[in-house]
């Protein structure tokens, strides 16, 4: 395609040649030569194999082929600029780096993004998504969120951002086909289990006074959202935070066969770099207010609190 392309200088010339009618004016308006806009005009006019312009002792007239690439012409050459435009706006942005694990990453945030970018146009959401304990030297982060306030950077000061707690999911074709009354009847069912937390339905039977069999059937993945698309396939029970459910319960993907069964769990915390931006501050406040926001329409039978 490149290689079909005429020359693009001589183009644009002849563009603005074509626009003013004249090549003097074109010559004003692109700071060269007469001689060099009517160069650039004749190599083009090689290289189609057809006359552009009539030549006039005060004016240049489009002939009629010329006419027809005029208009196809400036058509592209506008396209061209309105891209360019819209990329050096959207490039220029003020960005705001959030650094988040994958699972609240997807699960929580990402949806709500569009709702962020809707009320502040002018300011670039940029997701990071990371494991590890955030190091804002290294990772250049803007704002950070995790469960909890272990491994924190000394020069980050964690602040309370909103409550969880975990309870049990399953597909409503499951629990059909093995009813769940009570935690008893959980050692007919496959418990699934994210790596990260692996530990969850220790803690659960401890915190509920049960004890886990040894020959309760698991299945473990890699991240909690691949544990709700197995819990949604049927696959087993789930045991997922509050935070983490967005719309599966109110689209009746899940259900919550036990609802009165609910583990507090360590609570969600941010973090913004030492050298806060006022754009940082402002995703700070969309975030208090998109939680309250949840918490007046939370579709489980208890909502997530927001913590100011």
């Known amino acids: 395609m490149i290689n079909l392309l005429p020359p693009l200088n001589a183009v644009r010339a002849f563009a603005v040649a074509a626009r003013h009618q004249s090549f003097s004016l074109a010559a004003e308006e692109l700071h060269v030569s007469?001689?060099?806009?009517?160069?650039?005009?004749?190599?083009?006019?090689?290289?189609?194999?057809?006359?552009?312009?009539?030549?006039?002792?005060?004016?240049?007239?489009?002939?009629?082929?010329?006419?027809?690439?005029?208009?196809?012409?400036?058509?592209?050459?506008?396209?061209?600029?309105?891209?360019?435009?819209?990329?050096?706006?959207?490039?220029?942005?003020?960005?705001?780096?959030?650094?988040?694990?994958?699972?609240?990453?997807?699960?929580?945030?990402?949806?709500?993004?569009?709702?962020?970018?809707?009320?502040?146009?002018?300011?670039k959401p940029q997701v990071i998504t990371q494991t590890q304990a955030p190091d804002q030297a290294r990772d250049g982060f803007d704002i950070v969120i995790r469960r909890g306030r272990d491994d924190w950077a000394p020069a980050i000061e964690a602040r309370a951002l909103f409550e969880d707690e975990l309870l049990l999911v399953a597909a409503?074709?499951?629990?059909?086909?093995?009813?769940?009354?009570?935690?008893?009847?959980?050692?007919?069912?496959?418990?699934?289990?994210?790596?990260?937390?692996?530990?969850?339905?220790?803690?659960?039977?401890?915190?509920?006074?049960?004890?886990?069999?040894?020959?309760?059937?698991t299945r473990q993945f890699d991240h909690m959202h691949l544990v709700l698309q197995a819990a949604v396939d049927g696959q087993g029970i789930a045991l997922c935070p509050t935070s983490l459910l967005g719309s599966h319960i109110s689209s009746g993907r899940l259900i919550c066969p036990l609802p009165e069964l609910r583990m507090p769990l360590p609570r969600?915390?941010?973090?913004?770099?030492?050298?806060?931006?006022?754009?940082?501050?402002?995703?700070?406040?969309?975030l208090f207010a998109r939680i309250a926001q949840d918490e007046l329409s939370w579709q489980t039978p208890r909502a997530v609190t927001a913590t100011p």
């Open 172 to 217: 409503p074709s499951l629990i059909e086909r093995l009813p769940l009354e009570d935690l008893t009847s959980l050692s007919r069912h496959t418990l699934l289990t994210a790596k990260a937390r692996r530990e969850d339905w220790h803690n659960w039977a401890m915190h509920f006074g049960q004890s886990q069999s040894a020959t309760q059937v």
């Open 268 to 286: 969600y915390y941010y973090g913004v770099a030492p050298d806060v931006t006022a754009h940082t501050r402002i995703f700070v406040e969309w």
């Open 34 to 123: 007469h001689s060099a806009v009517s160069r650039h005009i004749k190599l083009l006019e090689e290289y189609l194999g057809v006359l552009l312009f009539e030549r006039r002792i005060r004016q240049s007239v489009l002939t009629p082929a010329g006419q027809r690439f005029y208009e196809q012409v400036s058509a592209g050459l506008s396209q061209i600029a309105n891209a360019a435009t819209a990329l050096k706006q959207h490039a220029s942005l003020p960005t705001v780096k959030i650094n988040v694990r994958p699972s609240f990453a997807m699960l929580w945030l990402t949806p709500r993004l569009a709702d962020f970018v809707a009320q502040h146009p002018g300011i």
